[in-house]
Every structure is written in structure tokens, then in C-alpha cells.
């Protein structure tokens, strides 16, 4: 692995120390022996890195450790300031920020054995989880109460809950349902000291001193390790429709998505938006004929409730608004099969382009809503200066877009390695003048933490320092995310 850790800072200049034989046999009475990877080079890799590719962003542990309960991640943590050793908590490692990757080495607080669904509370709408949960284990659990989990981003089927509390994630239902922090009512917190700390609890209300629970929120692994959380749950919908709607253009596409909630006074469960590059390639890499000849742009709609006349009545309500707002034509599906099937484009997008070069650096950025037609043009110069592919798709009802830097497969990594941090930097300007910022969902994490300044006052960022400093004041849990060094 390189040595280079955030924003090129040399991991040889951190202040921590080394892990040392006494401090494995002090993890191994803490754990038990067969929960410490140590000395097993190969074993690592697992834990070096997330979803983010480039062998950049990889960085080793020294050590990977597996708790089980809150206590034993307390004395981790008081070990770990005794010694000064970095630790970095991670779940499923599906991030897309290398908010999970130990970029100063150290310990790998693997959380995967804490995966219990610890209470089902029907009378009170909760379910109390362990960190290491897949997300969509807890519906498959509650289903049969006839309650949902409404918060969970787009890879459901394989993040951890511990990760989406800590990203404050987010995804393609938040439009309707909201993100990861709407939801949460209470957590079990190990500090980075090693406290143990309660906040809030099954309460829907609670405005009893400062909201530390919603600070942990989204923190990003660095106040806190969750080791018990408590959700807020909503009554299972039983009718559901997807509706796939091209347009011509960029700008009829987004320009209908306000008029379905402002004219036909419909909140959407998800819509979804996808470019003519974004459309093309998928539906190419699913040998599937486009939707229609002449599309520009195509927004996916979902919409859900309680009874089918319901669904009915509002995806009706869009299809009449999208045809007066230029579409070209309008899909239905309300069938499980067909929703499927409509889906499986939007739901291939990544892949589809690591097909063509998985090269890539998928971003997270967020304009408002009326500026997405004014940041095409911006993507499409970017493409030509450069010479790179810039997909655009995602979540058009809360403007979060996933514009993909690809590289062309022509394209030599020498000129991709030596342009890249340029071309993110222009992406990101871009997306400040049009009043947008870097992150609606993946987070900061070591991908992004020089680009900070770009989005956010140093007075800012200095309160943010303070902060983690009174959480944290040796710098020992998750060092070198969010922060530019």
C-alpha cells in the first residue's frame, strides 16, 4: 500500500504509535484471541479500503479487532489513548468517502460481529438494532408487524445500519421518507475516550439540553462508535406503482418534478433522474432498446400508500402533468415484476459504467433543484476540457446527483492520476456558484476532506475542529476524515 494518507500527507508524520506485541496481548484478553488479525498480510485487504477505487485511497491496519459488546470496545478505546494508536470503526465497508479506511494504520475496529435485531416494539413504532445489522434484514424482520423502515439509502441489501446512522445516509426515497437522521431516536455511544453514554431513547420528543444524538448523526465515525440504536418506524405501505417518463431534454425533465408536488400536491416516494449518457450506456450494457429514439434526459417516479386506488389516483395525477410538461411517453409499472424491470436501469448505472472503465470517482454532489438543467452544460465542458465521461444521474426530487468522473478507456493513467484532483476541483467550484455543495449522502470522509474549504467558511471548519477536540482531544478515533490536514 502507499504511505500517503489525506491530501498527501506523509503517514510517517502522524503522531501515533506503532502496535506492539504487548498492545495485540492486550486486545486478545479484551476480544478473545480469535478476534484479532494480526501479522496476516492478506487478511487485511479486506479492510483496507471501501468502495472508492484507486490504490490511493487503500491504506492497511495493523491490526483488525472484532467486539462484540459496548464494554469491549471501551477498554479498546482507553487502550488506544493509553497508547496513542488510531482507531478506525467500520461496518460492510460500502462507503463511498474511505470514511472506513485506517488511512494512519493502527486498529480496524471491525463491527461485524455486533449484527443482532435486539428488540421489536410494535407499540411504539421501534426497533432497537446492533451496528453491524444489514439494513435490510430490519425490514425483512418487521415486515410481518406491518411496519417499515423507511430511511435506508440505495444499497440496502448490503451496508450496515452502524454505517448509515454514521454517514447520515440517504438515498432514492428521501423525497417522501427523508434520510438515515430522521429516524434515529436513540443511540448507545462508546466516545472516543471510552465512556459509555446513553442519548435519547424510544422518545419522539426530547429537547432536554444539547441534541447530541443528532450531532452524532452523520459525524462520520469520528465523536463516536454507535454500539446501539434505536429506530423510528412507519406503517408498511400496501400499494405501490413505478412510473419510467422520457423526455427530450435535460430541462423538461427537471422542470416537471416541481409541478407534480406544487400543481398536483403528489410527494413522490422516489424520483429518480437520469441523463442521456447515463440512460444510453445502461440500457446498452442490459441489451435492452431505450425507451424511446429521441430521449434526452428520463425520470423513474414511484409512488406508494395504502390501498391501490390511492397509488392509482396520484401516479394518474403525474402521468397527466408529465405529458403536459413534453413528455415524450409514459411507462407503467404496478406489478412487482414490472416495478423490477424499471428499476434494473437506474440500478445498473454503476455497473454499466465499469464496463466501460471501472476508473472512475463517483461523486455526491448536490444542487438546488431548479439549477440541475444549469449544471449540464458545466458537466459537458468539463468532459471536453478534460476528456473524461461525466454521467449524471440520481435522486432529481432533492437534487443529489451522482455526476461519475470515467475514464476513457484510451485514456493513459499517467494523464487520468495527473488530472483527476483537477477535474474535482472544477466540478466542485461549479457546483458552489450554482449554490450547491460536495456531499448529500456519501459524506467527507479522506476522498474529500481537501475540498472543504471549497463549501464551507474556515470559521466553520475551525468550530468543527473544536468539536471533535472536546470528543476526542488525543485525535484517536478515525483521524484524517472531514478535516483538510
Avoid at 447520515?168 to 465512556?195: D, F, H, M, S, W
Wanted: some cysteine.
Amino acid at each position: 500500500m502507499q504511505s500517503i494518507g489525506p491530501a498527501g500527507q506523509n503517514i510517517a508524520e502522524h503522531p501515533y504509535r506503532t502496535i506492539t506485541p504487548s498492545i495485540i496481548a492486550q486486545l486478545r484478553a479484551i476480544v478473545g484471541e480469535p478476534y484479532v488479525i494480526f501479522g496476516n498480510t492478506d487478511a487485511m485487504l479486506d479492510y483496507a479500503h471501501d468502495e472508492v477505487a484507486g490504490a490511493e485511497h487503500a491504506h492497511s491496519p495493523e491490526a483488525v479487532v472484532k467486539p462484540a459488546t459496548a464494554a469491549e470496545i471501551s477498554a479498546i478505546m482507553r487502550l488506544a489513548n493509553r497508547e496513542r494508536v488510531p482507531v478506525t470503526p467500520r461496518g460492510a465497508g460500502s462507503g463511498l468517502s474511505c470514511g472506513a479506511v485506517p488511512v494512519f494504520g493502527g486498529i480496524l475496529l471491525a463491527l461485524e460481529r455486533m449484527n443482532r435485531i435486539l428488540e421489536i416494539d410494535r407499540e411504539n413504532m421501534v426497533v432497537v438494532v446492533e451496528p453491524g445489522v444489514v439494513t435490510n434484514d430490519i425490514n425483512e424482520a418487521i415486515r410481518e408487524y406491518g411496519l417499515f423502515y423507511a430511511g435506508y439509502p440505495m444499497s440496502v441489501e448490503m451496508c450496515h445500519i452502524g454505517g448509515n446512522v454514521a454517514e447520515n445516509a440517504g438515498g432514492g426515497r428521501a423525497i417522501k421518507y427523508g434520510v438515515t437522521g430522521q429516524y434515529v431516536l436513540g443511540l448507545e455511544v462508546v466516545l472516543p475516550t471510552g465512556e459509555i453514554v446513553e442519548l435519547g431513547g424510544k422518545r419522539v420528543k426530547d429537547v432536554t439540553g444539547y441534541d447530541l444524538l443528532h450531532l452524532m448523526v452523520g459525524s462520520e465515525g469520528t465523536l463516536g462508535i454507535f454500539t446501539r440504536i434505536t429506530l423510528r418506524l412507519r406503517p408498511l405501505p400496501t400499494a405501490s406503482a413505478v412510473l419510467l417518463i422520457p423526455f427530450a431534454d435535460v430541462s423538461s425533465a427537471i422542470g416537471a418534478v416541481p409541478q407534480i408536488m406544487t400543481q398536483g400536491h403528489i410527494i413522490p416516494t422516489s424520483v429518480e433522474f437520469m441523463d442521456h449518457l447515463s440512460v444510453q450506456t445502461a440500457y446498452a450494457y442490459l441489451e435492452e432498446r431505450l425507451p424511446h429514439p429521441e430521449i434526452g434526459a428520463m425520470l423513474l417516479v414511484e409512488v406508494d400508500g395504502t390501498s391501490q386506488d390511492q397509488v392509482e389516483a396520484e401516479y394518474n395525477g403525474i402521468v397527466d402533468l408529465c405529458v403536459e410538461m413534453g413528455a415524450l411517453d409514459v411507462y407503467v409499472g404496478n406489478t412487482p415484476s414490472t416495478e423490477r424491470r424499471m428499476w434494473r436501469p437506474r440500478q445498473s448505472m454503476a455497473e454499466a459504467f465499469k464496463a466501460i472503465c471501472p476508473v472512475q470517482s463517483i461523486e455526491d454532489i448536490v444542487v438546488p433543484l431548479a439549477q440541475i438543467p444549469d449544471l449540464m452544460p458545466e458537466l459537458d465542458r468539463l468532459s471536453r476540457q478534460y476528456e473524461v465521461l461525466i454521467p449524471c444521474y440520481g435522486h432529481a426530487g432533492d437534487g443529489n446527483l451522482h455526476a461519475t468522473v470515467v475514464k476513457r478507456p484510451e485514456t493513459p493513467m499517467e494523464k487520468w492520476e495527473a488530472e483527476l484532483a483537477q477535474i474535482l476541483e472544477d466540478l466542485y467550484r461549479a457546483v458552489v456558484r450554482l449554490g450547491g455543495t460536495i456531499s448529500g449522502e456519501h459524506g467527507i470522509g479522506s476522498k474529500r476532506a481537501r475540498y472543504l474549504p471549497l463549501v464551507m467558511d474556515p470559521t466553520l471548519i475551525a468550530l468543527q475542529r473544536r468539536i471533535k477536540r472536546v470528543f476526542d482531544p488525543l485525535n484517536v478515533l478515525n483521524p484524517g476524515k472531514i478535516f483538510p490536514p
